[in-house]
Structures are given as structure tokens and as C-alpha cells.
Nanobody, 124 residues
Framework: QVQLVESGGGLVQAGGSLRLSCAAS????????MGWFRQAPGKEREFVAR????????YYADSVKGRFTISRDNAKDTVYLQMNSLKPEDTAVYYC?????????????????WGQGTQVTVSS
């Protein structure tokens, strides 16, 4: 079992930046691939980004490619999401999630552990 706690959300103007963090505790963090997802009001949860257990492989949704960067520090049991050039449509609750499954896992159902979420609001 791994416990995940997100932080770093807030209110930012369009064009601004935020860095989200997700701190893990419990079982060996470095064994897990990590993902970020988001859910806007009235919308389905959607995949944002994924990083392999080593950090050597990343994958992004088209909507955030070139603006967001996922990274991890296994020594600190933490995964990050650097978000630049934010747009109002990026407004959502952002969740981190962990999976032991290999490959480019983008379906939320294939992640086993979830954080409680952090709110990101981008004003126009």
C-alpha cells in the first residue's frame, strides 16, 4: 500500500505557472509508475501525464504537451508536475496516482492508489 498527498495547487492568472507535488509514503515509491490526472467540474476525469518508475520515460496528454513537465525524485519519494503557460481550461482538481503496471498506462482504472487531489484554478 502507498499513500499519496498532493500539494501546490492554487489560483493563478492565465499564462502563469504552478508546480504540484505528490509525496508518497508506505511501500517502495520507486517501484511505481506515477500519473497525474485532473477532473474539472461536470467533466470526466482525464489523464494528464505519466512517468515510469525510473523517470526515464514520460508521456503526456496532447492538451498539455509542451506546457507541463512531469518529474520525480525517488530519493524524496515525490513526483512533480510543473505547469507553465496555464490556461483557464486547465482549471480542475489534480490527482496523482500510482501503478505497478508497465507501459504507457493512461486509464485511471489501471492505477491502484490515489491522492486526495489539489485544486488548480486559472483565471482569465
Amino acid at each position: 500500500q502507498v499513500q499519496l498527498v498532493e500539494s501546490g495547487g492554487g489560483l493563478v492568472q492565465a499564462g502563469g505557472s504552478l508546480r504540484l507535488s505528490c509525496a508518497a509514503s508506505g511501500r517502495t515509491f520507486s517501484s511505481y509508475a506515477m500519473g497525474w490526472f485532473r477532473q474539472a467540474p461536470g467533466k470526466e476525469r482525464e489523464f494528464v501525464a505519466r512517468i515510469s518508475w525510473s523517470g526515464g520515460s514520460t508521456y503526456y496528454a496532447d492538451s498539455v504537451k509542451g506546457r507541463f513537465t512531469i518529474s520525480r525524485d525517488n530519493a524524496k519519494d515525490t513526483v512533480y508536475l510543473q505547469m507553465n503557460s496555464l490556461k483557464p481550461e486547465d482549471t480542475a482538481v489534480y490527482y496523482c496516482a500510482a501503478t505497478l503496471r508497465l507501459g504507457t498506462v493512461v486509464a485511471g482504472s489501471r492505477y491502484d492508489h490515489w491522492g486526495q487531489g489539489t485544486q488548480v484554478t486559472v483565471s482569465s
